[in-house]
Protein backbone atom coordinates (compact mmCIF):
# COMPACT_ATOMS: atom_id res chain seq x y z
CA UNK A 1 0.00 0.00 0.00
CA UNK A 2 1.39 3.34 -0.93
CA UNK A 3 1.05 6.49 1.49
CA UNK A 4 0.27 9.80 0.13
CA UNK A 5 1.68 12.80 1.77
CA UNK A 6 0.17 16.00 1.10
CA UNK A 7 1.97 19.06 2.12
CA UNK A 8 0.47 20.70 5.60
CA UNK A 9 -1.76 23.64 5.28
CA UNK A 10 0.92 25.81 7.33
CA UNK A 11 3.79 25.72 5.10
CA UNK A 12 1.30 26.43 2.33
CA UNK A 13 0.70 29.94 4.16
CA UNK A 14 4.33 30.44 4.77
CA UNK A 15 5.05 29.71 0.54
CA UNK A 16 5.80 33.22 -0.64
CA UNK A 17 4.35 33.83 -4.12
CA UNK A 18 6.93 35.55 -6.62
CA UNK A 19 6.19 38.32 -8.54
CA UNK A 20 5.50 38.21 -12.12
CA UNK A 21 7.82 40.28 -13.94
CA UNK A 22 5.03 42.69 -15.07
CA UNK A 23 4.72 43.25 -11.08
CA UNK A 24 8.17 43.90 -11.07
CA UNK A 25 8.15 46.14 -13.63
CA UNK A 26 5.05 48.34 -11.60
CA UNK A 27 7.33 48.47 -9.19
CA UNK A 28 10.43 49.92 -10.92
CA UNK A 29 8.22 52.42 -13.02
CA UNK A 30 6.43 53.76 -9.98
CA UNK A 31 9.49 54.01 -7.69
CA UNK A 32 11.00 56.01 -11.10
CA UNK A 33 8.25 58.29 -10.85
CA UNK A 34 8.35 58.87 -7.19
CA UNK A 35 11.97 59.51 -7.81
CA UNK A 36 11.65 62.24 -10.27
CA UNK A 37 9.08 63.71 -8.80
CA UNK A 38 10.71 64.32 -4.92
CA UNK A 39 14.03 64.31 -6.32
CA UNK A 40 16.59 64.69 -4.57
CA UNK A 41 15.85 62.34 -1.48
CA UNK A 42 16.82 59.23 0.50
CA UNK A 43 16.36 55.69 0.28
CA UNK A 44 14.24 55.78 2.95
CA UNK A 45 12.34 58.87 1.90
CA UNK A 46 11.02 56.70 -1.46
CA UNK A 47 10.59 53.87 1.14
CA UNK A 48 8.41 55.86 2.77
CA UNK A 49 6.61 57.54 -0.39
CA UNK A 50 6.04 54.48 -1.61
CA UNK A 51 4.22 53.45 1.12
CA UNK A 52 1.61 55.96 1.40
CA UNK A 53 0.44 55.34 -2.04
CA UNK A 54 -0.20 51.72 -1.22
CA UNK A 55 2.65 50.46 -3.90
CA UNK A 56 4.46 48.49 -1.30
CA UNK A 57 3.58 47.12 2.48
CA UNK A 58 5.51 49.25 5.24
CA UNK A 59 8.14 46.17 5.91
CA UNK A 60 11.43 46.03 6.47
CA UNK A 61 11.73 43.22 3.84
CA UNK A 62 9.67 45.47 1.28
CA UNK A 63 12.77 48.37 2.26
CA UNK A 64 15.73 46.25 1.55
CA UNK A 65 14.43 43.15 -0.99
CA UNK A 66 12.50 45.93 -3.07
CA UNK A 67 13.34 49.52 -2.61
CA UNK A 68 16.84 49.17 -2.05
CA UNK A 69 17.61 46.47 -4.27
CA UNK A 70 15.63 47.63 -7.52
CA UNK A 71 16.60 51.08 -7.06
CA UNK A 72 20.22 50.12 -6.85
CA UNK A 73 19.72 48.19 -10.04
CA UNK A 74 17.92 51.08 -11.88
CA UNK A 75 20.87 53.48 -10.82
CA UNK A 76 23.43 51.03 -12.29
CA UNK A 77 21.55 50.46 -15.33
CA UNK A 78 21.63 53.97 -15.66
CA UNK A 79 18.03 54.51 -15.68
CA UNK A 80 17.50 56.77 -12.35
CA UNK A 81 20.07 59.16 -12.28
CA UNK A 82 22.52 58.84 -8.71
CA UNK A 83 22.23 62.78 -7.87
CA UNK A 84 18.62 61.82 -7.46
CA UNK A 85 19.62 59.75 -4.08
CA UNK A 86 21.14 61.55 -1.39
CA UNK A 87 23.80 59.69 1.17
CA UNK A 88 25.58 62.53 2.98
CA UNK A 89 26.48 60.17 5.50
CA UNK A 90 30.00 59.67 4.05
CA UNK A 91 32.31 62.31 2.21
CA UNK A 92 35.52 62.83 1.08
CA UNK A 93 38.04 64.94 3.46
CA UNK A 94 40.71 66.33 1.24
CA UNK A 95 41.63 70.15 1.15
CA UNK A 96 41.39 72.40 -1.73
CA UNK A 97 44.00 72.81 -3.84
CA UNK A 98 44.95 74.13 -7.42
CA UNK A 99 46.85 73.40 -10.46
CA UNK A 100 47.95 77.39 -10.45
CA UNK A 101 47.00 81.03 -10.05
CA UNK A 102 44.95 81.09 -12.93
CA UNK A 103 42.38 78.21 -11.90
CA UNK A 104 42.24 79.57 -8.09
CA UNK A 105 41.12 83.27 -9.91
CA UNK A 106 38.79 81.05 -11.98
CA UNK A 107 37.27 78.89 -9.40
CA UNK A 108 36.84 81.95 -6.74
CA UNK A 109 35.53 84.23 -9.32
CA UNK A 110 32.40 81.56 -10.18
CA UNK A 111 32.08 80.24 -6.79
CA UNK A 112 32.56 83.95 -4.70
CA UNK A 113 29.62 84.63 -2.47
CA UNK A 114 29.07 87.73 0.02
CA UNK A 115 28.37 86.71 3.33
CA UNK A 116 24.40 87.07 3.53
CA UNK A 117 24.14 87.55 7.39
CA UNK A 118 27.10 90.25 7.62
CA UNK A 119 23.82 92.13 7.33
CA UNK A 120 21.53 90.28 9.17
CA UNK A 121 20.17 91.64 12.12
CA UNK A 122 20.19 88.41 13.70
CA UNK A 123 21.94 84.83 12.94
CA UNK A 124 20.20 81.55 12.05
CA UNK A 125 21.45 77.76 12.27
CA UNK A 126 19.52 74.27 10.91
CA UNK A 127 20.43 71.52 12.89
CA UNK A 128 19.16 68.16 12.42
CA UNK A 129 19.36 64.38 13.69
CA UNK A 130 20.79 62.67 10.97
CA UNK A 131 23.34 62.99 8.22
CA UNK A 132 20.91 61.78 5.25
CA UNK A 133 18.46 64.27 5.99
CA UNK A 134 21.39 66.98 6.03
CA UNK A 135 21.47 66.15 2.39
CA UNK A 136 18.20 67.00 1.55
CA UNK A 137 17.93 70.02 3.84
CA UNK A 138 21.30 71.57 2.31
CA UNK A 139 20.28 73.14 -0.87
CA UNK A 140 18.03 75.28 1.02
CA UNK A 141 20.66 76.69 4.00
CA UNK A 142 23.17 76.41 1.25
CA UNK A 143 21.21 79.63 -0.91
CA UNK A 144 21.05 81.00 1.96
CA UNK A 145 24.22 80.73 3.53
CA UNK A 146 23.30 79.56 6.61
CA UNK A 147 25.34 76.96 8.81
CA UNK A 148 23.69 72.97 9.16
CA UNK A 149 24.03 71.29 11.68
CA UNK A 150 23.93 67.36 11.46
CA UNK A 151 23.93 65.83 14.78
CA UNK A 152 24.35 61.78 13.99
CA UNK A 153 22.05 60.76 16.82
CA UNK A 154 23.11 62.11 20.49
CA UNK A 155 25.81 65.17 19.51
CA UNK A 156 29.25 64.83 21.46
CA UNK A 157 29.54 67.65 24.50
CA UNK A 158 32.68 68.65 22.30
CA UNK A 159 30.34 69.60 19.65
CA UNK A 160 27.42 70.56 21.91
CA UNK A 161 30.48 73.36 23.34
CA UNK A 162 32.24 74.67 20.29
CA UNK A 163 28.70 75.12 18.55
CA UNK A 164 27.74 77.72 21.32
CA UNK A 165 31.03 79.61 21.20
CA UNK A 166 30.23 80.34 17.85
CA UNK A 167 26.91 81.29 19.03
CA UNK A 168 28.03 83.58 21.55
CA UNK A 169 30.72 84.82 19.05
CA UNK A 170 28.11 86.22 16.95
CA UNK A 171 27.08 88.57 19.72
CA UNK A 172 23.26 88.89 18.49
CA UNK A 173 20.05 87.01 18.78
CA UNK A 174 20.49 83.76 17.34
CA UNK A 175 17.86 81.15 17.01
CA UNK A 176 17.94 77.39 15.72
CA UNK A 177 15.79 75.23 14.48
CA UNK A 178 15.86 71.61 14.89
CA UNK A 179 14.38 68.74 12.70
CA UNK A 180 14.33 65.43 14.91
CA UNK A 181 12.51 62.10 14.47
CA UNK A 182 9.23 61.49 16.35
CA UNK A 183 10.11 59.17 19.00
CA UNK A 184 11.39 58.79 22.66
CA UNK A 185 15.47 59.12 21.25
CA UNK A 186 14.42 61.95 18.84
CA UNK A 187 13.02 64.43 21.54
CA UNK A 188 15.42 63.45 24.56
CA UNK A 189 17.77 64.78 21.52
CA UNK A 190 16.41 68.21 20.72
CA UNK A 191 16.23 68.82 24.50
CA UNK A 192 19.31 67.79 25.37
CA UNK A 193 20.54 70.42 22.49
CA UNK A 194 18.47 73.33 24.07
CA UNK A 195 19.32 72.49 27.80
CA UNK A 196 22.97 72.17 27.05
CA UNK A 197 23.48 74.94 24.51
CA UNK A 198 21.66 76.98 26.89
CA UNK A 199 24.11 76.13 29.36
CA UNK A 200 27.06 76.36 27.43
CA UNK A 201 26.35 80.15 26.42
CA UNK A 202 27.66 82.99 28.57
CA UNK A 203 24.59 84.84 30.60
CA UNK A 204 22.27 87.05 28.54
CA UNK A 205 23.12 85.22 25.51
CA UNK A 206 20.12 86.08 23.37
CA UNK A 207 19.40 82.72 22.33
CA UNK A 208 16.30 80.78 20.47
CA UNK A 209 15.49 77.04 20.24
CA UNK A 210 12.74 75.53 18.00
CA UNK A 211 11.97 72.03 17.23
CA UNK A 212 10.17 72.15 14.00
CA UNK A 213 10.07 69.07 12.81
CA UNK A 214 8.63 66.20 13.28
CA UNK A 215 5.76 67.08 16.27
CA UNK A 216 2.78 65.66 16.82
CA UNK A 217 0.42 68.04 14.83
CA UNK A 218 1.98 67.67 11.86
CA UNK A 219 1.94 63.73 11.96
CA UNK A 220 -2.17 64.26 11.17
CA UNK A 221 -1.29 67.45 9.23
CA UNK A 222 0.94 65.76 6.31
CA UNK A 223 -0.78 62.41 6.76
CA UNK A 224 2.75 61.15 8.26
CA UNK A 225 3.00 57.03 8.34
CA UNK A 226 4.02 56.02 11.73
CA UNK A 227 5.38 52.92 13.06
CA UNK A 228 5.50 50.67 16.66
CA UNK A 229 8.08 52.15 18.90
CA UNK A 230 11.05 50.89 19.47
CA UNK A 231 11.19 52.15 22.95
CA UNK A 232 7.51 51.94 24.53
CA UNK A 233 8.68 53.68 27.95
CA UNK A 234 7.09 57.04 28.73
CA UNK A 235 4.13 55.68 27.16
CA UNK A 236 4.83 56.16 23.25
CA UNK A 237 2.19 54.37 20.69
CA UNK A 238 3.66 55.80 17.47
CA UNK A 239 6.88 56.98 16.58
CA UNK A 240 7.64 58.75 13.17
CA UNK A 241 10.70 58.94 11.16
CA UNK A 242 11.70 62.25 9.79
CA UNK A 243 12.30 60.88 6.34
CA UNK A 244 8.59 60.29 6.29
CA UNK A 245 8.43 64.03 5.21
CA UNK A 246 8.83 64.54 1.40
CA UNK A 247 11.63 66.72 0.15
CA UNK A 248 9.13 69.71 -0.48
CA UNK A 249 7.85 69.64 3.13
CA UNK A 250 11.29 69.40 4.51
CA UNK A 251 12.38 72.04 2.43
CA UNK A 252 9.66 74.62 3.02
CA UNK A 253 9.83 74.12 6.14
CA UNK A 254 13.46 74.77 6.39
CA UNK A 255 13.10 78.10 3.52
CA UNK A 256 10.55 79.32 6.21
CA UNK A 257 12.55 79.43 9.28
CA UNK A 258 15.18 81.49 7.42
CA UNK A 259 13.16 83.97 5.33
CA UNK A 260 11.71 84.97 8.22
CA UNK A 261 14.55 86.28 9.62
CA UNK A 262 15.60 88.00 6.06
CA UNK A 263 15.83 91.96 5.40
CA UNK A 264 15.91 90.98 1.68
CA UNK A 265 15.91 95.01 1.18
CA UNK A 266 19.38 94.81 2.53
CA UNK A 267 20.25 91.18 0.57
CA UNK A 268 19.10 92.58 -2.62
CA UNK A 269 21.84 95.64 -1.78
CA UNK A 270 24.44 92.94 -0.94
CA UNK A 271 23.79 91.19 -4.02
CA UNK A 272 24.94 94.16 -6.13
CA UNK A 273 28.20 94.18 -4.39
CA UNK A 274 28.48 90.84 -4.13
CA UNK A 275 28.52 91.37 -8.54
CA UNK A 276 30.67 94.06 -8.55
CA UNK A 277 32.88 92.22 -6.56
CA UNK A 278 32.79 89.26 -8.99
CA UNK A 279 33.46 91.47 -12.02
CA UNK A 280 36.95 92.69 -10.10
CA UNK A 281 37.86 89.22 -10.07
CA UNK A 282 37.18 88.94 -13.64
CA UNK A 283 38.98 91.91 -14.59
CA UNK A 284 42.33 89.93 -12.59
CA UNK A 285 42.21 86.70 -14.07
CA UNK A 286 42.11 88.69 -17.45
CA UNK A 287 44.66 90.61 -16.36
CA UNK A 288 46.69 87.34 -15.60
CA UNK A 289 45.94 86.00 -18.81
CA UNK A 290 47.21 88.93 -20.95
CA UNK A 291 50.31 89.35 -18.75
Same mark, same amino acid.
Given at each position: ???????????????????????????????????????????????????????? !?? =?????????????? #? &?? +??? $???????? !?? =?????????????? #? &?? +??? $?????????? =?????????????????????????????????????????????????????????????????????????????????????????????????????????????????????????????????????????????????????????????????????????????
Amino acid at each position: MTTTYESSPIKRRRRRQRRTKAQMQTLRDGFFALAEEHQPLTIRQLFYRAVAIGLI !DK =TQAAYNSLVVRLMG #Q &MR +EEG $RVPFDWIV !DN =TRWMRKPRTYSGLR #Q &ML +EYT $RSTYRCAIWD =TQSVYVEIWCESDSVAGILYPVTEEFDVPLMPCSGQPSKSFLHSASECIAAEDRPCFVYYFGDYDRAGIQISDRINRDLVRYLPDGTDFYFERVAINEEQISAYSLPTRPPKDRRGGWTETVELEAMTTAQLQDICRDCITRHIDFDALERLRKVEAGERATLGTFLEQLQSA
